[in-house]
């Protein structure tokens, strides 16, 4: 059903709406009833120079009426002065409240709304905004700062728009990567306010970050990666690189893990926090040395050598009077 001028009309699949216009129009006009045809003398000249069609046979009395003269053609549901709601003039103007036509070929189309009969897209011309609606409720804007996506109950899903600071902003409920309907990632905000990236591999200026077997991230680049922490203002507060000897440098003012808290004070190194209470030097899987604090609260270094300025120590045996004593000897 379309509703025109507050009149319904059944939109069948089998006739098109220009179709139903031409067969209601006939049938209004050859169904005809009443009327009355008046050759007009308007300037009194005696000669008729307009034809009058009315309700009433008088001019004054008629209150529907079509008027047709040498300037054009007109019909007011307001009497003989008008005014004109549906007119044709000499100077090429048509003026009407509804239009039916198959093909309109137009050089320049002045409206303010364009919309089809379904009511499933409409053309605002006064702000260049596009409407799409689909079956399920759901509809696309396009206006001239972006894009947004609503639901049937015209909540925002997702939007996307050029900030005042004239960045490209993308956001939504919940953004999905995929081809073809398979979903191969998504950026959402948890239930905490934390934004998630859920991904199986991650590029970033040609590095390919992932997951390895082991759970591990993991980051593949042939050159040297270099991976900086900024803060909100865009300033670099830490860094994870290989230096160009080949070895990992964690450079950072804290460093946080599930068991350690590090921050650098001056030169040195204050590390708190320690639920296990010892730090242990692990090469090749084997422990090298540790440090750690005892049950009374003293702290402990244990390690075969010992660096003090320029010397070594190391733990050495010696013996007196049959007595095996273990002393820190420098070597």
Not at 17 to 34: D, P
Not at 49 to 77: H, V
Not at 143 to 162: E, H, K, P, Q, R
Not at 228 to 252: P, Q, T, V
Request: glycine share 10%; aromatic share 8%.
């Amino acid at each position: 059903m379309l509703n025109v001028l507050g009149h319904w009309y059944n939109i069948s699949s089998t006739k098109s709406f220009l179709q139903q216009s031409i067969e209601r129009q006939t049938k209004r006009i050859t169904g005809n009833q009443g009327g009355y045809v008046v050759m007009n003398d308007d300037n009194q000249d005696g000669y008729p120079d307009e034809i009058l069609i009315m309700n009433d046979l008088s001019i004054g009395a008629a209150t529907k009426l079509w008027r047709a003269n040498l300037s054009g053609i007109g019909y007011s549901s307001h009497g003989y002065t008008g005014p004109f709601e549906l007119a044709m003039t000499m100077d090429g103007e048509i003026n009407a409240s509804m239009i039916t036509t198959g093909v309109l070929n137009a050089d320049l189309i002045k409206s303010g709304m364009i919309k089809d009969v379904q009511q499933n897209m409409s053309i605002n011309m006064a702000n260049g905004d596009i409407k799409i609606s689909a079956d399920n409720g759901k509809s696309f804007e396009i206006w001239t700062n972006g894009a947004t996506l609503y639901s049937a109950n015209n909540d925002v899903l997702a939007s996307m728009f050029i900030s005042a600071n004239g960045k490209g902003v993308l956001t939504g409920q919940c953004l999905y990567i995929g081809t073809r309907g398979a979903e191969k990632g998504s950026f959402y905000e948890s239930a905490s306010g934390k934004a998630i990236l859920n991904t199986d591999f991650l590029y970033v200026n040609g590095i390919e970050i992932y997951k390895n077997s082991n759970g591990r991230l993991t980051a593949n680049t042939a050159v040297v990666g270099n991976f900086s922490i900024e803060d909100s203002n865009g300033n670099e507060i830490g860094s994870f690189y290989e230096s160009a000897s080949g070895k990992s440098i964690l450079s950072a003012d804290k460093v946080y893990s599930d068991e350690i808290s590090a921050k650098t004070s001056g030169s040195k190194v204050q590390i708190t926090n320690l639920s296990s209470g010892i730090i242990s030097l692990v090469t090749n899987g084997n422990e090298v040395g540790s440090f750690y604090v005892n049950v009374n609260g003293q702290s402990y270094l244990r390690t075969d050598v010992l660096q003090l300025g320029n010397y070594q120590y190391a733990e050495r045996s010696i013996t007196i009077d049959g007595v095996t004593y273990n002393v820190l000897a420098r070597i």
